[in-house]
């Protein structure tokens, strides 16, 4: 019998109780979390990809990027995942509009599923208690963890993460990571057994995402 082991967390989920605070207090938690997730990013590697696996592991941002994309459109391919374009075209439109990676050149490490749901909080003294469920973690863009979060939509946390605008090639790598992200929320459906009805609001997010790229051309 295999047993697995896990310490007591204390805290609830930030996504029970984020929409019902007083702009302040967002604000107070948003701000925690930016700056929890740049001490996460300043951890940095020389390669980026997968951490314990050698064979995920490249010396360019773009070159992993355009990996990740290749394997999620390959396990959609193989359950027959309905897409806005055929899996080769799908992939063609992403390689062209690749070019704005090349711009990432250290890799930081990355939750990569940095979602409120994965955020426990004190209720009381509204302080982040901890940040869970690291097993998606890898080295990439930390622009990533803004995006899987959803992230990048919080004002707050991006005043705070950011404190400037994004710039032409950042906006266009947002776009990329958000078809990123949401491509792998539409295959997940396919893979976990879940409902149509839970796979609508993604596929809606998925097809917005690539108008916006193709907008870009």
């Known amino acids: 019998v295999a ?9 609830v989920q ?3 109780l984020y929409d ?22 300043s951890y940095q590697e020389d390669y980026f990809g997968v951490l314990p696996l050698k064979h995920k592991q490249f010396t ?4 992993t ?7 999620l459109l390959e396990d959609a391919e193989a359950k027959e995942v309905p897409l806005p374009y055929d899996y080769k075209t799908f992939y063609t439109q992403i390689e062209r509009h690749s070019n704005c990676l090349e711009e990432v050149t ?3 490490l990355v939750h990569k599923d940095l979602w409120y749901g994965n955020i426990m909080i004190d ?21 990533l963890d803004n995006v899987c979060g959803f992230l990048v939509e919080n004002t707050f946390y ?31 459906c396919s893979y976990r057994g879940y409902s149509k009805e839970q796979e609508v609001w993604p596929r809606e997010e998925l097809e917005k995402a690539v108008r916006a790229l193709a907008s870009k051309s």
Do not use: C, N
């Open 60 to 63: 360019t941002w773009k070159e």
């Open 14 to 16: 930030l996504s029970t």
């Open 65 to 71: 990027f355009l990996f990740m994309m290749k394997e």
């Open 158 to 188: 991006m005043k705070h993460y950011m404190g400037r605008d994004l710039t032409v090639t950042e906006e266009e790598r947002v776009v990329l990571y958000k078809i990123y992200l949401f491509l792998l929320m539409v295959v997940e």
């Open 20 to 41: 019902k605070l007083l702009p302040q207090d967002q604000e107070k938690i948003s701000k925690q979390l930016a700056e929890y997730a740049m001490q996460l990013h």
């Open 123 to 143: 209720p009381k003294g509204l302080e982040i208690t901890s940040i869970i469920d690291f097993e998606r973690a890898i080295v990439a863009d930390p622009l």
């Open 3 to 11: 047993y697995f082991f896990m310490e007591w967390v204390e805290g």
């Open 106 to 108: 250290k890799g930081s």
